[in-house]
């Protein structure tokens, strides 16, 4: 095992084994000066060849120890041996060439590093990308662009293109969709990065309308294995643009920007959030996936359905659980009453006024704010599914019945199981024409439990435990890749399934020594 594969497995292993859990995550630990030998690798000789010297970081300075901890804080004991900040794609490409010299391993981390499975943490030379957050907007104003009508506004398709750095997020990004009716398809979850969002797919609450983020990649430039720079766009190395419209971050280079074309809505949505208690659950969850899969083929409506629960005691967790559904449609809120009338009728009478009055006209901006989330940073473990069938009433009641099993944690956020509606635009791309390959999904399950670093040692092992019962509930050899589980057995046939072989032969093209990459990654042939 080479020093660059023993950073990247043998620590998040070791890991592994001290919790008794075997996954195929690589928790890069913070390397043992052994490790790279001598007095280490030159950081000295890194710091001049950057375009300004304090953009590198190293353990015990404030803003490295700001830094290093990702998102996901059940990795955040994996410390980096350095930090850059790059401000430029002259920065990253000096950061790849010294760690490929180096023999260090290189990871990207755009946003707050959300990768469910730590794979933006290293014990090498972490490149945080958030200087690089410029957007340019180029609104092409195409005097041909079809425009759509719906009953309470026109789509323009089409209307124009802006470019992002890798560094923004979608809380950076909002607020200038908002501003000018754009329809970018998007997360919700404000500190996400569009880097790792758009890489992996990306599915929010117009993708049924306007697809994933990735199907609005026009072109990305990034730097590759060899420290050079790559444009690539259905014109240019067409077979690394199919790769990295889905085959997920850090697998072929650190991309530097995004250039995404957007349309243009004029008019109003209507906005939902329904909330039942748990009595309700099954009756609730059947009704709305039922909706979700008459309206399949529909690109008008959006919905997550939500259930979970919070708390530290069984009589808390019974309290809190509830089932919910929250989304917007292209359309009024009358129309989205007929439409969801069969969910509207359920609980009691005060969830039922309660649900009703939720449903408004709102304009996309208002709704855009009303949907997006702010999430705190904390321990979590997740996993996800791929469903082509709405959830039996019998499977929901099983779901519900362990929700309630719950051991519990003070972190609010609890667990979370939902289930992201697809159909629409997502699904009118062929499976194989980009390598995001799951365009017959009815729904993206997503499982998440979050505890906190107040709640005992064991943590990980007893929501790990308490996960996998709820998964085997809901079976599925199929995953998310934006949704990384590093517990899985058969990971990239479950992000890519068929699309895996050609994945194989643009990784061999682009980066045959496997420069980039995590134990999940995409192999050279
Ligand atoms: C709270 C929360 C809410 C979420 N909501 C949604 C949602 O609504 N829809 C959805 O589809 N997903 C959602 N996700 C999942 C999210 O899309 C993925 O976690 C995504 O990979 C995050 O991207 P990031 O850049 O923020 O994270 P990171 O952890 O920084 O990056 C993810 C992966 O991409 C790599 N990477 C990062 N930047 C680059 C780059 N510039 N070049 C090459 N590789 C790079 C990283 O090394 C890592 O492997 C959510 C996640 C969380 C934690």
Same mark, same amino acid.
């Not at 607020?175 to 929010?204: D, K, M, Y």
């Not at 072109?219 to 643009?241: M, P, Q, V, Y």
């Given at each position: 095992m080479?020093r660059?594969t023993?950073l990247?497995t043998?620590?998040?292993?070791a ?5 008794g859990?075997?996954p195929?995550t690589?928790a ?9 030998? *001598? ?10 060849a950057l375009?300004?010297? +304090?953009?590198?970081?190293?353990p ?10 990702p ?9 980096p ?10 920065d990253?490409?000096?950061c790849v060439r010294?760690?490929?010299r180096?023999?260090v391993p290189?990871?990207?981390?755009s ?5 469910y ?6 014990g090498?030379l972490?490149?945080?990308l958030?200087?690089?957050? +410029?957007?340019v907007?180029?609104? +092409? ?18 209307a124009?293109t802006l470019?992002v750095?890798a560094g923004?997020?979608?809380g950076m990004?909002?607020p200038?969709?908002?501003r ?7 997360g919700?979850?404000?500190?996400v ?5 758009v890489?992996?797919g *990306?599915?929010g609450?117009s ?5 994933l983020?990735?199907? #609005? ?6 730097? *590759? ?10 014109k240019?190395?067409?077979? /690394?643009?199919?790769?990295v419209?889905?085959g ?18 004029h008019?109003t949505v209507?906005?939902y959030?329904?909330?039942?208690s748990i009595d ?6 059947v009704a709305?996936?039922r909706?979700?899969a008459?309206?399949?083929r ?6 997550? &359905?939500?259930?979970g629960?919070?708390?530290?005691s069984?009589?808390q ?7 919910t559904a ?5 359309g009024?809120?009358r129309?989205?009453?007929?439409l969801?009338?069969?969910? /509207? #009728?359920?609980?009691?009478s ?11 006209d ?12 702010d ?10 599914a ?6 039996p009433g ?8 362990h929700? /309630?099993t ?7 956020d609890?667990v979370d199981?939902?289930?992201?509606? /697809?159909g629409g635009?997502?699904?009118?791309v ?13 729904? &993206? ?7 906190s670093?107040?709640d005992?040692?064991?943590s ?11 998964t085997?509930l ?5 995953a998310?890749?934006n ?6 057995? +058969? ?6 399934g ?6 194989r032969a ?14 999940? *990654?995409?192999?050279?042939?």
């Amino acid at each position: 095992m080479d020093r660059r594969t023993l950073l990247r497995t043998g620590f998040g292993a070791a890991i592994g084994a001290g919790l008794g859990l075997s996954p195929t995550t690589m928790a890069h630990s913070a390397p043992e000066a052994a490790a790279f030998g *001598g007095d280490g690798p030159d950081l000295e000789e890194l710091r001049r060849a950057l375009s300004r010297p +304090d953009y590198l970081l190293i353990p015990g300075q404030p803003r490295y120890e700001q830094l290093a901890p990702p998102f996901n804080r059940q990795f955040a004991s994996v410390r980096p041996l350095a930090i850059v900040t790059p401000r430029s794609p002259a920065d990253i490409a000096a950061c790849v060439r010294w760690a490929v010299r180096n023999g260090v391993p290189i990871t990207p981390r755009s946003g707050l590093g959300h990768n469910y499975a730590g794979f933006s943490t290293t014990g090498g030379l972490l490149l945080v990308l958030s200087l690089m957050t +410029d957007v340019v907007w180029r609104d +092409d104003a195409r005097a041909s662009a079809p425009v759509v009508g719906y009953s309470t506004g026109t789509m323009t398709k089409k209307a124009g293109t802006l470019l992002v750095e890798a560094g923004v997020t979608n809380g950076m990004l909002h607020p200038q969709l908002e501003r000018g009716n754009i329809v970018l398809p998007t997360g919700r979850c404000s500190s996400v990065g569009v880097a790792g969002l758009v890489l992996g797919g *990306g599915i929010g609450f117009s993708d049924k309308m306007a697809g994933l983020t990735c199907d #609005r990649l026009v072109e990305t430039r990034l730097i *590759g294995a060899d420290g050079e720079w790559i444009t690539c766009s259905e014109k240019e190395n067409a077979d /690394l643009f199919w790769a990295v419209r889905g085959g997920a971050g850090d697998n072929f280079g650190i991309h530097f920007d995004f250039t995404l074309d957007y349309d243009k809505y004029h008019g109003t949505v209507a906005f939902y959030r329904f909330s039942w208690s748990i009595d309700t659950a099954v009756d609730a969850a059947v009704a709305l996936q039922r909706a979700c899969a008459d309206a399949f083929r529909d690109p008008r409506l959006h919905m997550r &359905i939500g259930l979970g629960t919070s708390g530290t005691s069984a009589q808390q967790v019974r309290a809190n659980a509830s089932v919910t559904a929250i989304g917007q449609f292209y359309g009024s809120a009358r129309e989205l009453r007929d439409l969801l009338a069969s969910a /509207l #009728r359920l609980g009691t009478s005060s969830e039922q006024a309660t649900n009703a009055a939720s449903i408004r006209d709102v304009t996309l901006a208002e709704a855009s704010e009303l949907l997006n989330e702010d999430v705190a940073p904390a321990p979590f473990t997740g996993a996800s599914a791929v469903l082509t069938e709405p959830l039996p009433g019998e499977r929901i009641a099983a779901v519900r019945d362990h929700l /309630l099993t719950w051991p519990g944690s003070s972190n609010p956020d609890g667990v979370d199981i939902a289930l992201f509606a /697809l159909g629409g635009a997502v699904n009118d791309v062929a499976a194989e024409a980009t390598a995001y390959v799951h365009r017959d999904a009815l729904f &993206i399950a997503q499982f998440n439990v979050n505890w906190s670093e107040r709640d005992p040692a064991s943590s990980l092992r007893v929501h790990r435990e308490w996960l996998d019962g709820l998964t085997a509930l809901v079976p599925s050899t199929r995953a998310y890749q934006n949704f990384p589980d590093p517990y899985l057995r +058969d990971p990239q046939q479950a992000y890519y399934g068929r699309n895996y072989a050609r994945l194989r032969a643009v990784k061999s093209a682009y980066d045959p020594s496997g420069v980039f990459g995590y134990a999940q *990654g995409i192999a050279p042939q």
